[in-house]
């Protein structure tokens, strides 16, 4: 009979490409990994794994049988759904991770009317960079994550994982309002009022002439390996040009002061510039969208505990974001 937490192991092997990236994600020390999927292979009755130096590649037998595991994970997701449901009353600790706006914005709403719905369960909070969001839910660092995309970086398909449709998100160029701050790279016809955060305006129908005129502009992006920077460069780059990059900041409220301080232009998304209108940023929203969806292991959506949270966050979403939730 094979054993489930070493096919969990095998999973995250082909997941992580090392034995000692499993052992870190699962609190295992190597020897341990490599000796557990030893056994594994004993109980297979085959070769599961090669060795090639440092890294480890599944071999044909070991690839078919991380899609069975695939498909058993999600089943014992199942099971432990039906189970909860059945022994009613939600109680327990529930691991969140969302990412900054999310946090500031969405989160504390859900979390008032969670704790009115089901006091005896206990969420706990940790900020995670969508990107990490998919090791920590299969290494069950997570149990139910906030993750987003956009319309330059679309989400890849996560085995294990399956994600449900929040809310979408309008995103802007911020650029200093006073135009001398940042020279533009061909003559600037004025820009419109900047729109007010709250009550966003019509989209910019050509978005790649907006970024272009900023296109000798130092720019202020996200840190590298962040979702956030790749859209950045990516928008820039379907624009014609690669931006120049002055500073890189996680923060949107401190991109924005950057931004009012005249240190360059950036793209952020709605959330990110909610608040009182700033004077000395003018912002040009773009038809481009950042798109919200609530993630976990696959198997697990019917469990009341993410459903009821993922019924909290929808009741939470501002109405002005609510109108936008066309995420498939």
Request: charged share 20%; glycine share 8%.
């Amino acid at each position: 009979m094979l054993d489930v937490r070493r096919l969990r192991l095998l999973r995250e092997l082909a997941r992580r490409g090392t034995i000692a990236a499993v052992g870190e994600a699962l609190a295992f020390s190597p020897s341990a990994v490599s000796q557990q999927l030893t056994v594994l292979e004993r109980e297979a009755g085959l070769p599961l794994l090669e060795r090639t130096g440092r890294r480890v590649r599944l071999t044909p037998a070991g690839q078919n049988l991380v899609r069975h595991a695939e498909a058993v994970l999600e089943r014992l997701e199942q099971a432990e759904a039906d189970l909860a449901e059945a022994r009613g009353g939600l109680s327990g600790a529930l691991r969140i991770g969302a990412f900054p706006t999310a946090t500031r914005a969405i989160v504390p709403a859900a979390l008032i009317t969670l704790a009115r719905r089901h006091p005896g369960l206990e969420p706990m909070v940790s900020e995670t960079d969508p990107a990490a969001v998919a090791h920590a839910l299969r290494a069950g660092d997570l149990d139910v994550a906030l993750v987003h995309e956009y319309d330059f970086v679309p989400a890849e398909p996560e085995p294990g994982l399956a994600t449900e449709p929040l809310y979408g998100e309008a995103m802007y160029l911020a650029a200093p309002a006073a135009p001398a701050a940042v020279p533009p790279a061909e003559p600037d016809p004025g820009p419109a009022a900047a729109p007010d955060p709250g009550r966003p305006g019509e989209p910019d129908p050509d978005q790649g002439a907006a970024l272009r005129t900023h296109a000798r502009a130092p720019w202020i992006t996200a840190t590298p390996g962040t979702l956030c920077h790749a859209m950045t460069v990516r928008a820039c780059q379907a624009a014609g040009f690669t931006p120049r990059v002055r500073h890189r900041v996680d923060e949107f409220a401190t991109v924005l002061a950057l931004v009012a301080a005249g240190q360059g232009v950036a793209v952020v998304p709605q959330l990110g510039v909610t608040g009182p209108a700033d004077p000395a940023v003018h912002l040009t929203r773009l038809l481009m969208q950042r798109r919200t969806k609530l993630a976990f292991r696959s198997g697990a959506g019917a469990h009341p505990a993410v459903a009821a949270f993922g019924a909290a966050l929808r009741a939470a979403v501002p109405p002005d974001l609510a109108g936008s939730r066309a995420v498939q």
